[in-house]
């Protein structure tokens, strides 16, 4: 490489955007920058990748099935299949469900575009139920408001790192049978009631995207089931459709060829008739969405370190909490008793009766040098689906999105100064606010 050339990583150059960095380049000296990395790697991961890149084949092979059992026993779900990321999972559980045109999904729109775009590629209809404003999930009465005839499936979002009130949601589901996936991206590891995320629902989903509580080289996701009658149906959506000839079958006709292949009760030959058959899925047709051997190697060692990385966040978590508890106007992130609060995000709510958000969030970012960011816009403000006429009632989820939450930096690397500096930013912010009001 030529030596004038800047290598990118990150920043606004970089292929990623929005989804690798947010980098401003407009001069502000940052104490707590938003990273991109939410895990923790050290030798035990290098060595990890090393080892899989020795193996003999690169993808679904050993390293994927240990890190799948692994990961369904710290889950307590009978079944788990490593995917190519929680979008695919996704995707694949909405085929598995056999939604189509003309169905409805009940679901939150404080959420990633990811978990909508799985039903628009189905041309599925999204139905968006309001949030608590005090956990930002999805409100378990406006589920049961927006329940029509159509409706179909519920598709939950465990937001920032704390798991939804599991038990009306499937009430309702039960009472109009609909299928329930839990969005676990942001939860692996959290707890409802003592159980565990992605044991509730139909299906969970988890994400291991870069910025996750774990991940798998940046990319990488895992569907949890107990279902186990969805075992063969989810590894062929998984790979192109893929399965094994009908082995009680002798005589196979391929136009005019017939292939004789028992001998003895056993196949002649191994190639014989081929290595594989391939079969629609009650009429779908599934993609390649696997995981390769390095990303679970990785994965394996993350579920070791899962206990450690999450009491980090807790820690931090609350230390931020307590730090700011007297504060008047702003929240800290609010943790349910009912549940384990996994903190993948750190949520701090302003009184919009109070502090204006913005002056707030640019406060605290220019002159304390603490960057926050924005999650979510209410899913059906984007232009695509206003395009589609898709619209939605949720007037909490907008409060939250464009008055109320900002996301403060939250990692388990965070270091003391850090945490310092977050809890004095945020002091600092809400008294030079109440300054200018005077
Ligand atoms: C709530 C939620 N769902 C789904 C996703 C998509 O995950 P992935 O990038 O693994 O496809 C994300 C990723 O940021 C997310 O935050």
Redesign the pocket.
Known sequence: MAKDKKVHTTGEDSEGGITSSYETGDGVKLKVKYSFFGSIYDQEEEKAVLGAMKQDSLTMGPQVKFFQEEFAKAHNVRQAFAVS????G?HLCTQLFQLKQGDEVIITPN??I??SLVLLKEKVTPVYADIDLRTFNIDPADIARKVTKKAKAIYV?HYGGQMCDMDPIMDIAKKHKLYVLE?C??VPAAEYKGKKAGSIGDVGVF???S?KNMTTCG???MITTNHDEWVKPIEMLRCMNLSHWDTAATDFTFGKHTLHKFVDGKYSDYWIPSHFDVEDVNGYWGNNYRMNEIQAAVGRTQIKKLDMLTAKRQANGRYINNGIKDVEGVFGTYEDPNCKHVFHLYTLCIDPKIFDRDEFMRILYREEGVQGILHYQPTYHFAGLKKLGITGDCPLAEEFFYKRGINLPMHPRLTQQELDDTVAGIRNTAKKLRGKKK
């Open positions: 990321n929680c979008t695919t996704m959420t990633f990811a978990t979002v969005d991206a942001h994400s291991f995207h910025l990319e990488g996701g």
